[in-house]
Every structure is written in C-alpha cells, then in structure tokens.
C-alpha cells in the first residue's frame, strides 16, 4: 500500500498555551485538526493547524494511564486502569470543547483490541466525555507510524525498517521506498504481543538482572526471526540501502542518554540518525544505572523507570536479527500521522462528511 510521504511535521512546542497565544486570531482562522492515540501506556492528543511544510501544533496533552495493567493474567481491563484513563480522556475533551475542531480521529490500539471487555469501556468512554474512539488493527497502526516517519527517508533509502516499540506491542514496519519520491510501500507488517508494559508485568524485575534481559532478548528474537525468513530482511541490509527507523519512547531515550542530553528535547532527537554502536552503549549505560540511577536520569524519571529495561531488551532484539549500523530516531508517531490524514483528505474532498467513527460532542 503506498503512502504519500507527505509533509513533514513541526515539533510540539514546550508550552501549547503560550504557541497558542503569540499567534493572536491566526488560530481561529486556520482550520483546526486533532488526533487523540489512547495506548496500553499513554493517553496523547495532539491539535494542529496546517502550515507551509507540515503542520502547526497548537495545543498537546500526554499523560500516563497504564490502561494494559494487568490485562496479561486477567484478559480484561481493570476499574482502576479505566479510571484513569477516563480521567485523561476527560481532560481531552475538555481541550477539545474549548476549540473549533474541524476534524477529529481519535484511536485505541492493543489494549483495548486484547482486551475483553475493551467494547464496552469505549462506550462508556463516549458516554461520559463524547469522545468516540474506534479500535484500529495492528495494520494500520503500522501503517500511521510509517506515514509519520517517511518525511525521515532520504535519496539513497531502497528499503525501511520501522519499529514501534508500544506498551502492549511492537509493531514492524517493512518497506519499499519508490525512488523518485520517496514514497513508501509496506511490503510486510508484523504486531508482536510484547510492549513495555506487558514485559515490566511478567519480568521487568528480571530485566535488571543480565540473565533476565538476555532471555527477553532471546524471546522477541525468536519471535522476529519467521518475519526476517519470510521478507529476507537482513539479506535485503547486507545487499544496503536499508534504513533502520524506531519510533518510541525507548529509542528516543537511548538517542537522549547518546547525545548526553542534560534533559530531554524533542528538537534535538527527532530525526536524528545515529551510528548503531552509540545506541548500543547508551543502552549498556542505562542498565549499569539500575534503578535508582534510571529514576533520576533526566531523559528518564521515576514514571518510567520500569518501562525503560524491558524496550531496551525490544530493542536489542531487533538489532541482534537486524544489524543495521544505523538507527534514524523518530519521535513522533501515530498522532502524527493521522493528523497528515485528516488534513489530506480534507484537500482532496473537503465537502466529503467525515468518515464513521471519527468525531466529538459534549457530552449531555
């Protein structure tokens, strides 16, 4: 399927409000567009304005909800991790009513597809903040993490390897990049039901451990060495003209601790490629913090603490089946890519009615 490489995206400011206000009534003039991505981790939004070369955030909001806790032993979703999702969702809302949002596309992704009784918290979700949220597949995850990244392909890119370290999944992305325009084709996708989140649960103690990170190691290797027979992916490396690509919050934190960041800043790590053996010793440094260290990093901190190891041990596992020497750092991700949609299509059909599933009403 091929993907328009589109735009790229502009950061998200430090502060959404003060963006917001130096530009005065320019705001409400441009059509305004949202993108809210509930994961098994994260609760974001993203309310963007289109712009020369991309889009314009205007507002942002990201909270950690751990929706997927404990959804591995009881194949459901708990009252408390619904709680606070809700919570997020609320506040979400309550952005999105104090703006004229011209379109919206609001997703859930692994935990609510694994989960049992994820139908019916999405109802509860629209009966309570009138937010509607549709379950997206592991495909189209892919395929909005890939749309995202592609401005990140350069001349010279004859293949891409995308992967989305989640927190109920990894999702692999394999392309064709067409020569001219760097567009990319997904020629395979493959959703491994391992994330931060469900690994921290099972083993994350284990992860501090050398023979417990090695064995997660070992685990998603298995588990990606059929996609690798399959695609013939490290063939396609050693032959060249593969671009490694990670979007998540374990690759943004290695490139982070690579560039000896005093503090994290999207600016600095959003498209930067870095050589794969720099990523691989700010991993070995991460795990020679432990935990306290890790708490106190300041590309880290304490609400991540338990997430970081178990990527890393994704992390490590993809690059032990594919060696590629460089590793293009992504941080952007699913919202970004469905705001590219929504703006695309509103050029090319702008009478069309906004496709089911997609919108927001205050509740009554």
């Known amino acids: 399927m091929p993907i328009d490489a589109g735009p790229t995206p502009v950061s998200e400011p430090r ?26 981790n994260n609760c974001r939004l993203l309310l963007a304005t289109p712009a020369a070369g991309g889009f314009r955030v205007v ?21 408390a991790a619904m709680e606070r999702a809700l919570a997020a969702l609320r506040a979400c809302s309550d952005k999105l009513s104090r703006r004229p949002v011209r ?7 692994e935990a609510c ?33 890939m749309e995202s990244c592609a401005p990140l392909l350069e001349p010279g890119d004859r293949r891409a390897l995308l992967f989305d370290i989640g927190g109920g999944s990894t999702e692999i992305a394999w392309m064709r990049v067409q020569p001219h325009t760097r567009t990319p084709e997904l020629i395979g996708y493959l959703s491994v039901p391992v994330g931060v989140v469900t690994l921290s649960e099972r083993c994350g103690p284990s992860c501090f451990t050398a023979a417990g990170f090695h064995a997660v190691v070992d685990e998603v290797a298995e ?17 060249g003209g593969v671009r490694l690509m990670g979007t998540s919050g374990t690759v943004t934190t290695l490139a982070g601790v690579a560039m000896a960041l005093p503090r994290y800043r999207r600016p600095l790590v959003d498209g930067q490629t870095l050589d794969a053996d720099l990523a691989d010793q700010a991993l070995g440094d991460l795990f020679a913090l432990g935990r306290e260290g890790l708490a106190a990093h300041p590309c880290v901190g304490p609400e991540r603490v338990e997430f970081v190891l178990p990527g890393c041990a994704v992390y490590a596992a993809i690059r032990r089946v594919w060696p590629v020497p460089r590793l293009t750092v992504a941080d952007r991700g699913l919202r970004e890519g469905m705001l590219q949609r929504l703006m695309r299509a509103d050029r090319m059909a702008p009478r069309r009615p906004a496709p089911r599933g997609l919108g927001w009403q205050a509740p009554g």
Do not use: K, M, W
Not at 59 to 79: A, K, M, N, P, Y
């Open 59 to 79: 507002d942002s909001f990201s909270r950690i909800v751990r929706l997927g806790e404990g959804l591995v032993g009881t194949g459901q979703l708990s009252e």
């Open 223 to 239: 588990r990606l060495a059929g996609f690798d027979a399959v695609h013939r992916i490290a063939q396609e490396i050693r032959a």
């Open 103 to 109: 379109a919206l596309d609001a997703v859930a992704t």
């Open 113 to 145: 597809r694994r989960a049992g009784n994820g139908p019916g918290f999405l109802a509860r979700v629209e009966r309570e903040t009138g937010l509607r949220l549709r379950t997206i597949s592991a495909r189209e995850e892919a395929e909005l993490a």
């Open 15 to 40: 502060s959404a409000a003060r963006e917001a206000g130096a530009t005065g009534r320019r705001d409400h003039a441009a059509p305004l567009y949202a993108a809210l991505d509930l994961g098994t």
